[in-house]
C-alpha cells in the first residue's frame, strides 16, 4: 500500500510493484473520478530502466519513467495532468478517469457515404499530428520513393491529408509533375480535398470503391490506402486485388494502413477492437494483414510491416529493390 507522504498530505509510492500500484489506482477510480499520489520524480535519473530500484539519501524507491506512467493511465483508461513537482525527490501525479462515450465508430449517418465526412466526428482527426502516424507514413513513402512523373492512387482519400504530407515532403518541381488520384464515396470530403488540390493533375474521384473502371484512369506507380480496406462494409480483398491488377504499372509500389486503435472522447486507444468484443482483439487485423503479405509475396514483392496505432504495409517489387527503390527515394526531402 502507498505510504502517507506527510509533507504533503498525499499517499505516496516508493518501492511497490506496478501491480500493487495499479490495482491502488483502479480501487480509487471505482469510488472516484480522479486518483492523486506521489511518486518519484524521473527527472534525477538518467538511464535507469523503469522497475530499477534508486536509492535517495536513506530511502529506496522504484524509478518509473514517465512513458512507464502514460502507458499505466492509458490502460487505465486515464488521462494524467501535468505532474505538480513536490519537495525532492517526488511529484505529484493527477490519474482522470475517462468518460465512456460511444466511440464515432459505432455512429450510424442517415447517409452512409457521409459517415467520414466534414461534419462527422472523424473530421476532427489529424493524423499527421499524431507522432507514429506521421513518421511512419513518412518513413514508408522515403521508401517506395516519389518521383518526377509518378502518378499515385489513393483509395478511401477522404480530405486529403494523405497527399498534404507527399506535397510537404517532395521538391515543388518533382510534386507539380506528380499526378494525384484520390477516390472517395463521400462527397464533402473530397470537395475540401479539391479545395487544397486543385491542379489539372489531381483528379477526385466520387465512386464507390466496388464500382470503379480503371481503364477511365491513368495507370499508377503507387497505390496507397489507409484505414478503408479493413471495413467490413467494403470486399477489401477484392477492391484491393481489382487495384493491383488493374490500376498499376508492373512495378508499382504499396502503402496500405490498417487502424490497430480507437478514437474516443479526444483519446487516441492502442488496439484494434472486433465488434461486440470488450477488450481490443488483433486477430481479424493480423489475419487481415498476413492476406496482403502473402498476396504480395507471391507477386515477388518485398513487404514491410511497421507501425503502433496504424500498421503499415509497404510493399516494393523485389527485383527493383536495389535500384529503384533507392533512386527513387532521392527526389524526398529528408
Ligand atoms: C476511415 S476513413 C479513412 C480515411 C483516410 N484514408 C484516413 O486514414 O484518415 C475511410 C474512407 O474510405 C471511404 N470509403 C468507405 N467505404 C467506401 C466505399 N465503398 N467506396 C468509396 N469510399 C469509401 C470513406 O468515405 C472514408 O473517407
Request: charged share 25%; net charge neutral.
Amino acid at each position: 500500500m502507498p505510504h502517507h507522504e506527510a509533507q504533503n498530505n498525499l499517499l505516496g509510492f516508493r518501492n511497490e510493484s506496478l501491480l500493487e500500484v495499479s490495482r491502488y489506482i483502479e480501487k480509487e477510480l471505482q469510488e472516484h473520478q480522479e486518483s492523486h499520489f506521489t511518486a518519484l520524480s524521473p527527472d534525477y535519473f538518467h538511464q535507469y530502466y523503469s522497475g530499477e530500484e534508486v536509492l535517495v539519501g536513506e530511502q529506496s524507491y522504484i524509478y518509473r519513467s514517465y512513458r512507464t506512467w502514460l502507458d499505466l493511465a492509458h490502460r487505465l483508461d486515464c488521462r494524467i495532468l501535468t505532474p505538480k513537482e513536490l519537495a525532492h525527490p517526488l511529484v505529484k501525479f493527477t490519474f482522470i478517469k475517462n468518460k465512456s462515450l460511444a466511440s464515432f465508430h459505432d455512429s450510424h449517418s442517415p447517409d452512409p457515404s457521409e459517415k467520414y465526412g466534414t461534419n462527422s466526428e472523424f473530421a476532427r482527426l489529424s493524423k499527421l499530428e499524431e507522432p507514429d502516424f506521421l513518421l511512419d507514413y513518412k518513413d514508408a513513402l522515403e521508401q517506395v520513393g516519389i518521383d518526377n512523373g509518378d502518378t499515385i492512387i489513393n483509395l478511401g482519400i477522404n480530405s486529403a491529408d494523405e497527399f498534404k504530407l507527399i506535397e510537404r515532403i517532395t521538391p515543388s518541381d518533382v510534386f507539380n509533375d506528380i499526378t494525384l488520384i484520390g477516390v472517395d464515396h463521400c462527397e464533402s470530403a473530397l470537395k475540401k480535398a479539391k479545395e487544397h488540390f486543385c491542379k489539372e493533375k489531381h483528379m477526385f474521384i466520387n465512386q464507390d470503391l466496388g464500382s470503379l473502371n480503371y481503364s477511365e484512369l491513368p495507370k499508377a506507380n503507387l497505390l496507397i490506402s489507409i484505414g478503408t480496406l479493413q471495413s467490413s462494409a467494403i470486399h477489401g480483398q477484392e477492391v484491393f486485388r481489382k487495384a493491383f491488377q488493374e490500376g498499376l504499372h508492373k512495378g508499382a509500389s504499396i502503402i496500405l494502413g490498417f487502424p490497430n486503435c480507437r478514437y474516443m472522447n479526444g483519446e487516441l486507444r492502442y488496439g484494434a477492437k472486433i465488434k461486440n468484443f470488450k477488450k481490443p482483439d488483433l486477430s481479424l487485423l493480423i489475419k487481415d494483414i498476413s492476406y496482403y503479405k502473402k498476396y504480395l509475396q507471391q507477386h515477388k514483392y518485398e513487404v514491410f510491416i511497421r507501425g503502433k496505432y496504424t500498421l503499415f504495409l509497404c510493399a516494393t517489387p523485389r527485383r527493383a529493390k536495389s535500384s529503384s527503390a533507392a533512386d527513387r527515394s532521392s527526389a524526398l526531402k529528408t
